[in-house]
């Protein structure tokens, strides 16, 4: 088993700036990727940004140039430093791990990003 915990989220004004972090423990495998996902009230949960222990990253088309993911690998943390935040940024954000050997998926219970115009 994989737990994931967040922390970081909060009330934020338009054009300010957030960063999130995940810690994950327990059985974790050396071939994994790490992500950030979030939903919006009345949306689907959508990815926000991802990145393999490799450093390989993916990021939706609406945080490109404003969000930046990584990791630390021997922590088995990930981060996503939001800058220029925009009221649409609002949403729950979850942390997620896809263990690749087994294709396991795990999720973080969640935390509340806030941007206010």
């Known amino acids: 088993q994989v737990q994931l915990v967040e922390s970081g989220g909060g009330l934020v004004q338009a054009g300010g700036s957030l960063r999130l972090s995940c810690a994950a423990s327990?059985?974790?495998?050396?071939?994994?990727?790490m992500g950030w996902y979030r939903q919006a009230p009345g949306k689907q949960r959508e990815l926000v940004a991802s990145i393999t222990r490799g450093g390989s990253t993916n990021y939706a088309d609406s945080v490109k140039d404003r969000f930046t993911i990584s990791r630390d690998n021997a922590k088995n943390t990930v981060y996503l430093q939001m800058n220029s935040l925009k009221p649409e940024d609002t949403a729950v954000y979850y942390c997620?791990?896809?263990?690749?050997?087994?294709?396991?998926?795990?999720w973080g219970q969640g935390t509340q990003v806030t941007v206010s115009s």
């Open positions: 327990g059985s974790i495998s050396s071939l994994n990727v």
């Open positions: 997620n791990l896809i263990q690749f050997v087994t294709n396991d998926r795990y």
